[in-house]
Antibody, heavy 118, light 107 residues
């Protein structure tokens, strides 16, 4: 059973960089065809796609966040990571990592709440 | 971006009820519509993909229908473990977008 687990600080100061890691267990991160994805959910709102990375390192980002976001992958550690810079209170959200299999996301992490506050 | 309008935002139902949730896309998305269940503090769970295909391990009381712009998730006989939130997701075009969610509560 594939499992994903987010980790990282739950509190980030405004203007700093939000950094999260997703650890994959129970399956390979090297397999082709999977989109290792970050998604977030603002309090009381719907979900927002942040972007994905393939095992090859190719990425795709939401145009609304593209100037501030980067996603990287470390296949040896079975991890992929999210960096979001110049954060503001509007970046306060629950951040999820997920595995995209063709179209749907078939496995998700439990999510991690990140609050941006001084 | 494609907007996904999901309704109702919440509903109350009893065990055994038939429940339907609708998602409407702002432009045609063929059958690239997926449904998920979300419980507090838990990872979202894929229920239906490609509008009507049941994900492995998901009970057959869940079904999906629709194509183009209008889609429906139906729970044929609501069970206690089905009280949760549900949301749709279009994967037809980038960026992927999501409905606002429907919270199914106990009547």
């Amino acid at each position: 059973q594939v499992q994903l687990q987010e980790s990282g600080p739950g509190l980030v100061k405004p203007s700093q960089t939000l950094s999260l890691t997703c650890t994959v267990s129970g399956g390979s991160i090297n397999s082709g065809g999977y989109y290792w994805t970050w998604i977030r959910q603002h309090p009381g709102e719907g979900l927002e796609w942040i972007g994905y990375i393939l095992y090859s390192g190719s990425t795709s980002y939401n145009p609304s966040l593209k100037s501030r976001v980067s996603i990287s992958i470390d296949t040896s550690k079975k991890q992929f990571s999210l960096n979001l810079n110049s954060v503001t209170a509007a970046d306060t959200a629950v951040y999820y990592c997920a595995r995209g299999s063709s179209d749907p996301y078939d496995y998700w992490g439990q999510g991690i709440l990140v609050t941006v506050s001084s | 971006d494609i907007q996904m309008i999901q309704f109702p935002p919440s509903l109350s139902a009893s065990v055994g009820d038939r429940v339907s949730i609708t998602c409407r896309a702002s432009q045609p998305i063929r059958i690239y519509l997926n449904w998920y269940q979300q419980k507090p503090g838990k990872a979202p769970k894929l229920l239906i993909y490609a509008a009507s295909s049941l994900q492995s391990g998901v009970p057959s009381r869940f079904s999906g229908s629709g194509s183009g712009t209008d889609f429906t998730l139906t729970i044929s006989s609501l069970q206690p473990e089905d009280f949760a939130s549900y949301f749709c997701h279009q994967s037809d075009s980038s960026p992927p977008t999501f409905g606002g969610g429907t919270k199914v509560g106990i009547k």
